[in-house]
C-alpha cells in the first residue's frame, strides 16, 4: 500500500518556466512533509519542509503548498533552471516519529 | 555541517558472500539512523531503523537475518548483507537523525551481486 504517491513519473519545463511536482497522501496521521532532491547515484538532499500546522512555506525559488483537506502537496520551483534537474521525491512523518516514508518520485527535466 | 558519508561507494562481490556498509553521521551525534534500498527507477525504500545501544527495527518483509544491522556508536551505523545473491544488488542509502524532523542522507552505496 503507498501511502506516499507522486503519480507524475516525469515532467519536462523549459528554462524560467514553473514547475510544478504534486504529491499525494492516503495516512491522515502524516503531519509533517519534505521534499528531496536527488540526482543519480547520489543521497538526496533536503529541499524544503512543510508542517501540517501551515499550509505554505518558501524558499528561494522553492514554494510547497500543502492542501490537508485534499491530503495533498505540491512543490513549486520558479524560475525553473537546468540544474534543477533531477529527480524529485516528497516524504511524510507522523507526528513523533523520525520515520519518513518516500513517494515513488518525479524526473524533472528542464530544457535550456 | 550534518554530513554523512557511507563507504564503500560501489562495491562488487560474488554469490554467497558477505558485505558490509558503514554508514557514519560526521559532524553530529545520531541517535537514529535509516536504511533505505533503492531499485532503479523506483522510490526509496525503508528496510530498518537503527537505534544506537538497541536493536534495529525492520520494516515488514525485510529478513532481519540477511540484513545485519548494527548501531555501535552515535556516529556509526553498520549493514552488513549476508550471504548476497544476485537479487540483492541495489542502490543502499543511510540517513541519520539530528533531531526530530532533520534526516540527512549518505551518497549511497551501489552494491553489485555476481
Known amino acids: 500500500d503507498q501511502q506516499v504517491k507522486q503519480n507524475s513519473p516525469s515532467l519536462s519545463v523549459q528554462e524560467g518556466r514553473i514547475s510544478i511536482l504534486n504529491c499525494d497522501y492516503t495516512n491522515s496521521m502524516f503531519d509533517y512533509f519534505l521534499w528531496y532532491k536527488k540526482y543519480p547515484a547520489e543521497g538526496p538532499t533536503f529541499l524544503i519542509s512543510i508542517s501540517s500546522i501551515k499550509d505554505k512555506n518558501e524558499d528561494g525559488r522553492f514554494t510547497v503548498f500543502l492542501n490537508k483537506s485534499a491530503k495533498h502537496l505540491s512543490l513549486h520551483i520558479v524560475p525553473s533552471q537546468p540544474g534543477d534537474s533531477a529527480v524529485y521525491f516528497c516524504a511524510a512523518s507522523a507526528s513523533g516519529t523520525y520515520k519518513y516514508i518516500f513517494g515513488t518520485g518525479t524526473r524533472l527535466k528542464v530544457l535550456a | 555541517g550534518a554530513v554523512v558519508s557511507q563507504h564503500p561507494s560501489w562495491v562488487i562481490c560474488k554469490s554467497g558472500t558477505s558485505v558490509k556498509i558503514e554508514c557514519r553521521s560526521l559532524?553530529?551525534?545520531?541517535?537514529?539512523m535509516f536504511w533505505y534500498r533503492q531499485f532503479p527507477k523506483q522510490s526509496l525504500m525503508l528496510m530498518a531503523t537503527s537505534n544506537e545501544g538497541s536493536k534495529a527495527t525492520y520494516e515488514q518483509g525485510v529478513e532481519k537475518d540477511k540484513f545485519l544491522i548494527n548501531h555501535a556508536s552515535l556516529t556509526l551505523s553498520t549493514l552488513t548483507v549476508t550471504s548476497a545473491h544476485p537479487e540483492d544488488s541495489s542502490f543502499y542509502i543511510c540517513?541519520?537523525?539530528?533531531?526530530?524532523?532533520?534526516?540527512?542522507f549518505g551518497p549511497g552505496t551501489r552494491l553489485t551481486v555476481t
Open positions: 559532524d553530529f551525534q545520531a541517535t537514529t
Open positions: 540517513s541519520a537523525t539530528r533531531a526530530l524532523y532533520e534526516q540527512y
